[in-house]
């Protein structure tokens, strides 16, 4: 691990324009895409970028808890590069097994989602490490829920990058146990050890954290104290009409221009 540490300690991701370290980096976007209804994605894609994001986020393959509910549809990738064509921001979608990691690469995707519950998943941060090898594309890799120690979440990353492209986020999420109130035990607070310990930037997901859109603003800026270097927030113009985890956890547009305005003058403080 250490090898790698020092290779890479000059190394800089970039995103949107962002480069990683220096700006805070704002991803924001539907939980999920609905494949049914893509102008309600159009909306956002162009609300959040009004809103100060610099990507956007769309899940087009969902790991759903439950086998019965939407689990994602290939169509809602062309709706998620079209919202990139009109926005001209990049776009985050989770990939969990080989063929959506081809799809979402040949449709030109330039950050990949690793999720929580693929964290571990070594076959496939190996075969993400090895597509990605060569070309201008980062990996968001979320730390798995039941994720104990620090090291399992950066060998993790490590997994990918020892295919040769650096270009990994590492994403704190949330961990279970759940605590009463909150969807997941808030992690942001691990966000200054992964920064001591790697050469990889540190995006917080507040919204899985927390699973209630009304706490996310607070652990977003929580996020930035511990001093993240940006923050992937699920949102959405119309939470009661989204998908997947949009209707609880979705902020607005509104919320998340005011949420991004405190982080950046927290961040710039
Ligand atoms: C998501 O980003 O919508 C998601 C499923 O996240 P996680 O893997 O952190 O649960
Ligand atoms: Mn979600």
């Not at 808030?186 to 920064?195: A, N, R, V, Y």
Request: aromatic share 4%; net charge neutral; charged share 20%.
């Amino acid at each position: 691990l250490m090898d790698i540490k020092s290779d890479l300690a000059r190394h800089r991701v970039k995103v949107g324009g962002v480069t990683l370290g220096q700006d805070l980096l704002i991803m924001a976007g539907h939980c999920t895409i609905d494949p049914k209804n893509p102008n309600l994605f159009y909306e956002t894609a162009a609300a959040v970028k009004e809103a100060g994001a610099h990507a956007i986020r769309g899940g087009v393959w969902k790991p759903r808890t439950n086998p019965y509910a939407f689990q994602g549809d290939n169509k809602s990738l062309d709706i998620l590069m079209e919202g990139s064509r009109r926005t001209g921001l990049p776009v985050d979608t989770e990939v969990m097994d080989e063929e959506q990691l081809k799809l979402a690469l040949a449709a030109g995707v330039q950050v990949l989602q690793i999720g929580a519950r693929n964290a571990l998943n070594y076959s496939l941060l190996r075969q993400v490490g090895a597509a990605i090898a060569g070309k201008p594309v980062a990996v968001l890799l979320k730390r798995g829920m039941h994720t104990g120690t620090l090291n399992e979440f950066i060998s993790a990353a490590e997994y990918i990058v020892n295919f040769g492209n650096p270009n990994v986020i590492l994403c704190p999420r949330g961990t279970q146990p759940g605590l009463d109130g909150y969807r997941n035990h808030p992690d942001e607070s691990i966000t200054p050890l992964l920064k001591e310990r790697t050469w990889a930037p540190v995006v917080v997901d507040p919204s899985h954290s927390v699973g209630k859109a009304h706490y996310v603003p607070a652990c977003a800026l929580a996020a930035v104290a511990y001093g993240a270097d940006g923050l992937c927030i699920e949102a959405h113009v119309e939470p009661s009409r989204g998908l997947g985890d949009d209707p609880k956890q979705a902020v607005t547009p509104a919320v998340l221009a005011g949420l991004i305005k405190d982080a950046k003058a927290l961040h710039a403080a």
